[in-house]
Each structure stands twice: as C-alpha cells, then as structure tokens.
C-alpha cells in the first residue's frame, strides 16, 4: 500500500469509530509510526510502505479508535514552547490552555524579576512555558496529585528548566509573595460525568470536576489569592465558558477588578484579576 493510500485508510478507520479530529489525528499517528516529517508525508506520497510500517501504524489506529486520547499514543507533544510529556497521570495539555499562557506572558516579561506560581501544574505546561519564555522567573508550582508533580519534574527534566514544584493542596503552605499566579483548575460541572467524550474520561477525575457549577476549586483559590499575591499582583485562571463570567463577576464584588478574555473561538474563558488595595473576603 501506498503512503497516501495508508494515510486514506486511517483517516477512515478513525472516522468509522467516532473520533473527532480523524484527518488530523490519523496523519500524527503515520508520522509517529514512519518516523517521517511533514514534509516528507507530502513528498512521498506514491511511495510504497512496507509491512512492518504498515503493521505500526495499524496498531496505533487500533489504540485511537478505542478512544485513547492522541496525546499519550504519542508519548510526547510539543505546547507552548516545551516538550510535554503526556499519560494518564495528569491533564492532557489543551490548546486552550496554551493561549492563556499566551495572554499572560507581557505581563511577567514586563518585569525585571517576576515571581510566578502555578496552581495545579498537571504536566507542568503553564510552568514551564512560563519559564521557557521568561527565564529569569522565579517559578513555582504545585499539585496535590504526587504522580502529576513527578511527570511534571520529568517534563522539566526533558527540557532542561528549574522550577520549584510542592505538593499543596492550592495555596497551603506556599510561600509567598507572588507577583502573578496562574491556574487551570477542575472547572467542570459535576452533572458533565454523565456526558464527557471518551477521551476526557481518561483524564484524572479529580483534574475536571469542582463541584455543581464547576467553581468549587477556583473559589477556594480566590480566596486564597490575596494574601500570597504581592501589591498589584494578578490572578489568571482557565474556566469553562459556561461559568467563567459567574465568577469573575463574584470577584468584583470582592473588590478585585476581573476582566473576561476569549480563547480562539471567542468564548470567554479566562479570567484575569488584580488585586486592589482593599479586599473583602467572603470565599472561605
């Protein structure tokens, strides 16, 4: 069979069993199992492909169409900038979250020694894009999941940045100050378990879920905020486009001012809050 023909073949043997990106998907995965480039995909489009590269591929097809998430099948991902490593230990790196780390890096590379912090690293991508970009942070980041800090060292470790991790439930017993504190934390309602995609289901259960609007965790975090966060200080935090906006509206009448931002779908998920100079505090 030919190179193009085997890329044909995927693409409908993931289309045939639900998966959502089955073009996209199914071209990864023939790289992976050929070890090609794109550009040689294109190149050598006529060319035959032997058994055992056949034999490759057809077994990652096999692990997709059962719905495991692309990004463990193959091990690594680039995001952000690094190198993450991806298994079932922590969140699967989104583009979503990526953008948010787009939105908040001017304003840590607007400072001469800005002292990042982030809240629930899974993988370790926020960290460590932020550190790839701004080496001169001082970043930290926690996780209460042991097997997410240790897959989050090891990313580290893979693209040869120091971070300071801490296993911490949130912000306890996480010295401060910080001059910005980033998070992506479980943000989805409790009722989406019934729903989620198959895919989702292979992500950490306590990675997704907070709670029945899905704010339990990032209203716990919020009132946390202030004390570790120095003056002037910003919070940023990944939600879901359903709850987003309830919550940024609770931080003003805390006192903080929050402004919404869009992901590239123009859904406002992210919500970006500095801290004034007096807080009241009902989050406890």
């Known amino acids: 069979m030919r190179l193009r023909e085997l890329l044909l073949s995927g693409v409908a043997r993931l289309g045939g ?65 690094v190198r993450l490593r991806s298994d079932p230990r922590a969140l699967v790196p989104r583009p979503e979250t990526e953008w948010l780390l787009h939105l908040l890096l001017p304003g840590v590379q607007a400072r001469s020694q800005p002292r990042v912090l982030d809240v629930g690293t899974g993988t370790g991508a926020l960290a460590l894009g932020v550190k790839a970009a701004c080496p001169g942070a001082a970043v930290t980041a926690t996780d209460l999941s042991p097997g997410a800090l240790a897959l ?14 801490a296993q911490a439930d949130l912000l306890a017993g996480v010295p401060g100050p910080f001059d910005l504190i980033v998070s992506n934390p479980p943000y989805l309602p409790d009722g989406d378990r019934a729903h989620a995609d198959p895919e989702v289901q292979r992500d950490p259960d306590m990675a997704l879920y907070s709670g029945p609007d899905g704010l339990t965790l990032a209203r716990r975090l919020a009132a946390q905020a202030p004390a570790a966060l120095a003056a002037g200080g910003e919070l940023w935090l990944e939600l879901d486009p359903r709850n987003a906006a309830t919550l940024a509206d609770e931080l003003r009448a805390q006192g903080w001012e929050a402004q919404l931002h869009a992901d590239l779908t123009g859904r406002e998920r992210f919500v970006q809050a500095r801290r004034a100079e007096r807080l009241e505090y009902r989050y406890r």
């Open 17 to 81: 069993a639900g998966v959502p990106s089955p073009e996209v998907d199914a071209r990864e995965l023939l790289l992976s199992a050929l070890h090609l480039t794109p550009t040689a995909l294109l190149t050598r489009a006529h060319e035959p492909v032997g058994a055992e590269g056949q034999e490759r591929y057809a077994a990652l097809l096999d692990r997709r169409a059962a719905r495991e998430p692309l990004q463990h099948i193959l091990g690594e991902v680039e995001w952000g900038g």
């Open 152 to 165: 989050a060292r090891e990313n580290a470790a893979l693209n040869g940045l120091e971070v300071t991790w």
